[in-house]
T-cell receptor, first 115, second 111 residues
Framework: DGGITQSPKYLFRKEGQNVTLSCEQN?????MYWYRQDPGQGLRLIYY???????QKGDIAEGYSVSREKKESFPLTVTSAQKNPTAFYLC??????????????FGPGTRLTVL | DQQVKQNSPSLSVQEGRISILNCDYT??????FLWYKKYPAEGPTFLIS?????DKNEDGRFTVFLNKSAKHLSLHIVPSQPGDSAVYFC??????????FGAGTILRVKS
């Protein structure tokens, strides 16, 4: 049963603490993405990775870090430097464009709340 | 600077009628457009897409229209069903690049 899993579904963190959000895919996709959704706003790109051991900053990378050591996994760390971390975080994956960009497939999301 | 805009935050439609969701973009380099549907507390699911070489793409009850000169696309759902009630996101991409999403439109289909 192929898909993208994110854990946990809900996460609470105290101010000043780092927290890592998990994202795993078994779709054999090369590219993976992290987005953040806030009320009334679209999905904003945090980081993306087109291949293992390589990743690029998106539009709002400050206060976040990622790693891509395995094709299936793309964890996101929300650091204490992120000023407003409470949000809904979405992970996605896709194949490289061949020739047109292909759709991204999304996980169920993680709701992070900073107390 | 928002490159993809969905100017209607919400839309309410009677069951069985047509729903029309609109999207405008500013980047003339965008050549591929997608619509996603999202329920609360879930990830978006892909609905339909269109390449810039076309002006229409149809899939069952869903049709996307692209007007390149106006930098405008629209999603038509006909007939609308209560299960269509969700947030709809428009997204756009340059070739080989990441997606840029609009802010979304909440669709409510009343039975």
């Amino acid at each position: 049963d192929g898909g993208i899993t994110q854990s946990p579904k809900y996460l609470f963190r105290k101010e000043g603490q780092n927290v890592t959000l998990s994202c795993e895919q078994n779709l054999n996709h090369d590219a993976m993405y992290w987005y953040r959704q806030d009320p009334g706003q679209g999905l904003r790109l945090i980081y993306y990775s087109q291949i293992v051991n390589d990743f690029q900053k998106g539009d709002i990378a400050e206060g976040y870090s990622v790693s891509r050591e395995k094709k299936e996994s793309f964890p996101l760390t929300v650091t204490s430097a992120q000023k407003n971390p409470t949000a809904f975080y979405l992970c996605a994956s896709s194949n490289p464009p061949d020739p047109a960009p292909r759709e991204q497939f999304f996980g169920p999301g993680t709701r992070l709340t900073v107390l | 600077d928002q490159q993809v805009k969905q100017n209607s935050p919400s839309l309410s439609v009677q069951e069985g009628r047509i729903s029309i969701l609109n999207c405008d973009y500013t980047n003339s380099m965008f050549d591929y457009f997608l619509w996603y549907k999202k329920y609360p507390a879930e990830g978006p699911t892909f609905l339909i897409s269109i390449s810039s070489i076309k002006d229409k793409n149809e899939d069952g009850r869903f049709t996307v229209f692209l007007n390149k000169s106006a930098k405008h696309l629209s999603l038509h759902i006909v007939p609308s069903q209560p299960g269509d009630s969700a947030v709809y996101f428009c997204a756009a991409s340059e070739y080989g690049n990441k997606l840029v999403f609009g802010a979304g439109t909440i669709l409510r289909v009343k039975s």
